[in-house]
């Protein structure tokens, strides 16, 4: 998951950056009243630039980031608003950080409205950290949706790296939500790699929510890591929902790892809950370990739902290895939600050495969140060898946050050795 929140990093820059301002345009009176009926009153004319600066200074004091950040802004922003060219000039002295790439957002937003050339000329000159390159997502977004073909010429004032590989995501995905196969005849003509494989992805992404295997298809002859998996993962995600059975024979199409895992949870699920025995099938041809054990559970999860028996006898005839103690345990706390007495029983099927045990003692948690009085009182009886003490003191702790008095006097008359007693009595 790590690598995939690093591969999505451009997208949740943008995301953490658009909040920067959004928090910067709001003041207290937003928050707490209704905007106002009546038309405010524009600022003086006369307002002199070294209130504005003392009034950036103050809230560049403030301890508080969120307060920091809010009091900032709405200064930056009626700052910007008198004099534009001055607060240019203030948002080049300041240092790097979040205010400085809000202030920077918001004026170089501001120009380019009237004056898009320029921006960009100037936010080449400007922009300097990671946050403050997500600015061009934002710009080449509206510029595509204003006139595309001009989009795509403004590219070229768009220096390479990041900064241009957030432009071109932003209008490709413009461009792909209109006219998919435009978009990527556009993207696979472009000469340099750096901007044809952004392009395409991000075109593909697209295509994957209408045409997953297409998708998948192009990817595999235009892309290569980390891309490639990327493309295959959203369509799969597509493919899931109306073709699990497909979308399973494709999972192995990813490298192994976090998002191969990621997409056969998702498959699992899916496939279970329209074949489970077709699924159970599909899930031994996945990678031992995580992936495997991880699929097995959401497949047993809506097998249960379908039809229990069966879902427990599978458990029970698979080998006794780790597979079956891990599946069996989890198996032990779907039942015990439907019903406690087949969740024991089931329980009892089980190997005696391990896995019966852990599996009474999921039971025994799981039930308390139902009726700890019943767990507790069950867990009681159940012979050490079966059953640990701690399962009984887990049990019984909930009993006391629901009903301690009633829990208190049970186990003061309870038939319990005393070292029993001592352990699970609250401290």
Do not use: C
């Amino acid at each position: 998951m790590k690598k995939l929140l690093k591969n999505l990093w451009p997208f949740l820059a943008l995301v953490v950056f658009a909040l920067v301002l959004y928090l910067a345009r709001r003041s207290p009176a937003d928050r707490a009243q209704p905007a106002p009926t009546a038309t405010p009153r524009p600022p003086a004319a006369t307002a002199e630039p070294a209130s504005n600066l003392g009034e950036l200074s103050r809230a560049l004091a403030l301890p508080d980031p969120r307060e920091r950040a809010r009091v900032f802004g709405s200064s930056f922003l009626a700052f910007l608003a008198r004099d534009p060219a001055a607060a240019l000039a203030y948002v080049r002295t300041l240092p790097p950080g979040n205010e400085r790439a809000a202030a920077l957002l918001a004026t170089l937003d501001s120009l380019s409205r009237t004056e898009p050339e320029r921006a960009l000329t100037l936010a080449r000159e400007l922009v300097a950290s990671r946050e403050e390159r997500a600015l061009y997502s934002i710009l080449f977004d509206r510029f595509a949706r204003e006139a595309l073909p001009t989009a795509v010429h403004r590219l070229e004032l768009v220096p390479a790296g990041e900064s241009r590989e957030h432009a071109l995501r932003a209008l490709t995905d413009v461009w792909a939500r209109t006219d998919t196969p435009a978009a990527l005849d556009w993207a696979r003509a472009l000469p340099d790699p750096a901007d044809r494989n952004p392009a395409l992805e991000t075109s593909l992404v697209n295509l994957a929510t209408t045409d997953p295997l297409h998708a998948i298809e192009l990817a595999q002859k235009n892309l290569t890591d980390p891309a490639l998996p990327r493309i295959v993962l959203a369509a799969l995600q597509t493919l899931t929902a109306t073709d699990p059975a497909g979308a399973a024979s494709l999972v192995r199409l990813l490298p192994p790892g976090e998002m191969q895992t990621l997409a056969a949870v998702n498959v699992a699920r899916a496939f279970g809950a329209k074949d489970p025995v077709a699924a159970i099938a599909w899930f031994r041809t996945l990678p031992e370990g995580t992936t495997q054990r991880l699929a097995l559970n959401h497949i047993l999860t809506e097998w249960v739902r379908r039809d229990a028996p069966a879902a427990s006898a599978y458990v029970t005839a698979l080998p006794p290895d780790r597979t079956q103690h891990d599946a069996a345990v989890h198996l032990a706390g779907l039942l015990v939600a439907k019903d406690h007495q087949t969740a024991i029983a089931f329980a009892q099927t089980l190997p005696a050495d391990a896995t019966r045990p852990a599996a009474l003692t999921h039971i025994a948690n799981e039930w308390a969140r139902q009726d700890p009085a019943a767990a507790t009182q069950w867990a009681a009886t159940q012979p050490p060898s079966t059953l640990t003490p701690a399962a009984l003191s887990g049990a019984f702790s909930y009993w006391l946050l629901t009903d301690a008095p009633a829990a208190r006097a049970w186990l003061a008359t309870a038939p319990l050795p005393a070292d029993i007693k001592s352990q699970i009595a609250p401290k």
